[in-house]
C-alpha cells in the first residue's frame, strides 16, 4: 500500500481538484485526524498503518449517531487488495471546501471493505457535508447533522419505519423521507433486512436466502442498492436497532435456535453495513441512547439478543437484566423533555378473538412490562413515547398504568411498515374488532405502509402517518393519520382533517452531488420523480444482472 503522504495527496488528488487541495488536505488532517478513531473491535483485523489505496465506492454513503460535536461517518471500498484504506473529508459546505476534518480510515477484507469512522470536534445543530475519497476514486457527497446542546429546547424533526421486506414492493417511504429538508435523526426500528428466499412479490430478484456472513453481507449489499434507502442514508444522519429478521424470523423461539455462529454472522454484517460504532466492552451492543439537547433523549432498545425464557429454563425476560437497568436508569435519569424509546415490538395489549395473542410481544413477557410500567408511573415521569415497528401495522396507543387499565402513563405511535405483509383487512372487520377489544388502540390500520414522521416541540410532540401504493416506484404519499400530543398529559388527539391527501415531492436521483434543500417547483419535481423511476429501473436491472452472474457461477 502507498504510504498517505502529502506526495501521495498531489497524485491522489490532481485528478479531482473540486474536492481539495493538497494544503487544504493537510492543513484540515492536522486539525481533527486526532479526534477520529475506527471501531475498536475491528482494530485487529485491519492493517496498523491506515493508507489510501485504490477503489470505488458502490454503496453509497450514511452516517449517524449524531452528539453535539461528532457524528459517526460510514461508506464502503470495493477493492481487489486484502487491506487498504479511503480518506473521509468533512466539509462546512456542498462544495467540500471549508474543509473541517480529513481522516484515513483502514478497511480490509475481514470488515468487507467497510469504512467507519467518528469524528468530534464538530459544531452542535450544524449541516455537515462528507465524502469518501480513494486513490482513484470519491464517493457520492453526503451531508449530516450534529446534534443541539444538552440545554438546547430547538424543536426537533424525526422520523421513523420498520420492516422493509425488498421483494414485498418499493421503498416509496424512504423516498419521501429523504426528501425531507431537516431530519434532526431518522430511526430504523429493525427488519431492516429480510432472510427469506426466493420470494415473489414487486421485487422478487430482492431475496436472498440468509444464514451465513456472506449471504447476510451480500442481502445488507443488495438492500442498500435501493435508490431510496440509499438517499435516504445519504441525506441524514440515523440510528438502527435490529429486529428479529436481520437474523431469522422470532430467532429466540426457534426449536432449534439459530446456532451462535449465525447470530454472530447477522450481527457482524449489520455492524459493517451501519454507521454505529462498536462499544469497547462489548461487541454487539446496540442498546444505548441518542441526546438531542434538551428536548429529546432517544433510548435505543435489543427486544432480540438477550431474550430469555423460550423453552430454556430461565424466567422470561425480553431485555435480559443489565439491558433492563440501563433502560429503568436512562428513564430515571433522563433530563430531557420528550423520552422517545426506540421499540421493537408492541408494549400496549393487544387482544381480540381475531387476532391470537403473541407471546413475541410485551405481551408474553408481563413480568418486564409491569416492572417498566411501574417505574414511569411511581417515579411519575412524563413524556414517554414508545415508537414501535414489527407489526407491520398503524396504530396509536395509550399506555395505560396497568397495561389494559389505569390512567394513561405513556404512548405508542406503532408506524406500520415499510412494505413487509400487514394483515388483509378490507371489510375492516379486524379493525372493529381490535378497536372494541382493546379500548386503548384509537387507530388501527394493518393494510397501509409507508413510514412516520415526529415533530417535538415545548408544547407539543405531533406524529404523522404517511402512506403510499408500494407496487409503483416514486407513487406520491398521504397522511392516513395525524396525532398532538401536549407536553405533560400523557395522551394525544387524533388531528381533523389529516387524511386528505398530500402529494410528496420526491427527492433527486442519486447524483452524488450536495443536496439542496429548497423546495422544487412541480415541474421540476416531476422531472425528478421521472429520473428516480428510471434510476430504480436501472439498478433493478443491475441486480437482475447480479443475479444471473451468481446464478451462472453457481451452475
Ligand atoms: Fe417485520
Known sequence: MAPDSPRRCVTDLVHRPQILTCRELVAAGTLLTAAAYVPPAWGRLLSEKAAVGPGTFEDGVASGEPAPDAVTFWGRLTTERPRSGARLIVAEDDGLTKTVATVVVPTGRAIDGALKTRVTGLQPNRFYFYAWQSADGVSPTGRTKTAPVADSDVPLNLAYSSCQRYPTGFFNGHVEAAASPD????????????????????????????????????????????????????????????????????????????????????????????????????????????????????????????????????????????????????????QARWKIVANQVMIAPLKAAVVPVIADQWD??????????????????????FLTGDIHTYMANQVLRNADNGAPIATEYIGGSITSEGLPDQSGLIATAVLAGNPWIKQFNGEAKGYATVGLTQEAAKVTYRVSD???????????????????????????????????????????????????????LARRRRAYEKHVAQQLARLERTQGARKQAKR
Do not use: C
Open 183 to 334: 431530519l434532526d435523526l431518522y430511526l430504523f426500528l429493525g427488519d431492516y433486512t429480510y432472510e427469506y428466499g426466493p420470494e415473489s412479490g414487486a421485487r422478487p430478484e430482492g431475496a436472498i436466502p440468509s444464514l451465513d456472513l456472506r449471504s447476510y453481507r451480500e442481502t445488507n449489499k443488495l438492500y442498500r442498492a435501493d435508490p431510496g434507502l440509499r438517499e435516504l442514508h445519504r441525506r441524514h444522519p440515523s440510528v438502527h436497532i435490529w429486529d428479529d429478521h436481520e437474523v431469522a424470523d422470532n430467532y429466540s423461539e426457534n426449536n432449534p435456535a439459530p446456532s451462535e455462529l449465525q447470530r454472530t454472522a447477522a450481527y457482524r454484517a449489520s455492524f459493517e453495513w451501519m454507521p454505529r460504532m462498536v462499544m469497547p466492552s462489548d461487541r454487539f451492543r446496540i442498546y444505548r441512547q441518542t441526546l438531542l439537547g434538551r428536548q429529546a433523549e432517544v433510548i435505543l432498545l435489543d427486544q432480540r439478543q438477550y431474550r430469555t425464557g423460550d423453552g430454556d429454563g430461565q424466567p422470561r425476560r425480553l431485555l435480559g437484566d443489565a439491558q433492563m437497568e440501563f433502560f429503568l436508569g436512562r428513564l430515571k435519569g433522563s
Open 364 to 385: 408474553g413477557y408481563p413480568d418486564d412490562r409491569k416492572r417498566v410500567l411501574d417505574t414511569i408511573a411511581d417515579a411519575r415521569i412524563s413524556d414517554v413515547v
Open 470 to 524: 408500494i407496487t409503483r416506484p416514486g407513487a406520491p404519499h398521504s397522511t392516513l393519520a395525524a396525532y398532538t400530543q401536549p407536553v405533560g398529559v400523557n395522551d394525544f388527539t387524533r388531528d381533523a382533517g389529516a387524511a386528505a391527501p398530500v402529494n410528496a415531492a420526491a427527492p433527486a436521483a442519486p447524483t452524488g452531488r450536495a443536496v439542496r434543500s429548497a423546495a422544487a417547483p412541480t415541474a421540476a
